[in-house]
């Protein structure tokens, strides 16, 4: 998968959203400095999930919390059923994509939705505010069979308690 935004922000959580520059043949080009350890994971390799969480471009807010989980349905109703990764202050830039690749706690077998809540400073702390977080869902769910899998682009909106 080619990473095309130069923003990238590494997770706590061993989950990487960091742009690898790939040469012709999709390889990693190694351009990580001594100090700064980049995980990037195949989206084909086992148990390996992608996500492109789309950021509006009008997006305004300053954000203090990206959470991205897995819910056997929507929406949702108490905590996540998978919960995948949690970061504090995340960096992106509105209109372009946060890509993660994310490895620990994906499941091998399960259908899920795809859910991310981008909290903001004056937002919500379990649940997303509404009119102040913003809530990416998938429309379908995912069938988790113990392969990668790259879902695509998965946009955030402005939450309405719909």
């Known amino acids: 998968m080619r990473i095309k935004s130069p923003f990238a922000?590494?997770?706590?959580?061993?989950?990487?959203?960091?742009?690898?520059?790939l040469d012709e043949n999709n390889a990693s080009l190694d351009t990580a400095s001594d100090d700064e350890v980049i995980e990037e994971y195949d989206c084909a390799e086992a148990s390996v999930l992608c996500v492109a969480l789309v950021v509006p471009e009008d997006y305004a807010g300053s954000p203090r919390n990206l959470f991205v989980?897995?819910?056997?349905?929507?929406?949702?109703?108490?905590?996540?059923?998978?919960?995948?990764?949690?970061?504090?202050?995340?960096?992106?830039?509105?209109?372009?994509?946060?890509?993660?690749?994310?490895?620990?706690?994906?499941?091998?077998?399960?259908?899920?939705?795809?859910?991310s809540v981008l909290y903001d400073q004056n937002g919500g702390e379990w649940m997303p505010e509404p009119g102040i977080d913003y809530v990416a869902t998938s429309d379908v769910s995912y069938l988790f069979e113990g392969e990668g899998m790259d879902v695509g682009e998965v946009f955030f909106e402005l939450y309405d308690e719909e």
């Not at 922000?9 to 520059?21: D, E, H, K, N, R």
């Not at 995340?90 to 939705?113: K, N, Q």
Request: with cysteine; net charge negative; hydrophobic share 40%.
């Open 9 to 21: 922000f590494c997770l706590g959580l061993v989950a990487c959203a960091t742009p690898i520059p």
């Open 69 to 115: 989980g897995l819910y056997d349905s929507l929406p949702p109703a108490g905590p996540p059923t998978i919960f995948l990764m949690d970061e504090d202050a995340p960096e992106f830039v509105p209109g372009e994509a946060i890509y993660l690749s994310l490895h620990d706690d994906v499941p091998d077998t399960g259908e899920y939705f795809v859910y």
